[in-house]
């Protein structure tokens, strides 16, 4: 994408609850301090010529002083957000990173592995890469080994989506 085309994918992030009136990606993964290894924001990129909703869970006024319990009530809006927008959401995407520990983002794999939405990547090194390969095979889900092939993939289901909403 050049410079001066314009952006055409929304990006939406918690608390906001937007309406989504168009093919959309939700982004499930590893939240890592380092913003040249934030995932979300190269995929979100790679993505922006599409006319398409990003739903990005990672909340940018995310506290460390946050209670992770349901009587928290930025805590309970936060998983609420997540849960409601995977059901809104045309895909479902899935990165887990080598070197990070995501038991949250397993539980959602195992929560929509059988909706027929999820785009998984899991790079070698990821440490309970056994466990996803399984629940890929289980449900047919294509196993993705790089971020590059996970952007390839789900650019490839939303612009068929794309293709289905004209």
């Known amino acids: ?26 982004l499930y993964g590893a939240i890592q301090s380092n913003p040249t290894q934030d995932w979300q924001t190269s995929l979100a990129a790679s993505l922006s010529d599409l006319p398409i909703a990003i739903l990005n869970p990672r909340r940018d006024d995310w506290d460390s002083s946050w209670v992770e319990d349901i009587a928290f ?29 995501t038991p949250i983002t397993l539980l959602e794999l195992g929560m929509y592995a059988g909706t027929g939405k999820a785009i998984v ?6 440490y309970k890469r056994g466990n996803v390969q399984i629940v890929c095979s289980r449900y047919g889900i294509d196993l993705l080994g790089t971020l590059d092939e996970l952007k390839e993939k789900v650019r ?3 612009t068929t989506k794309l293709g289905q909403a004209e």
């Open 1 to 26: 994408m050049s410079l001066s085309e314009p952006t055409k994918a929304i990006v939406y992030k918690p608390p906001v609850r937007p309406e989504v009136d168009r093919p959309s990606v939700i």
């Open 73 to 101: 009530p930025k805590f309970k809006e936060q998983v609420e957000w997540e849960m409601d927008y995977a059901q809104v959401a045309d895909v479902i995407v899935f990165y887990f990173a080598p070197g990070t520990l």
């Open 121 to 126: 990547c899991c790079p070698e090194g990821f």
């Open 156 to 158: 490839a289901r939303l």
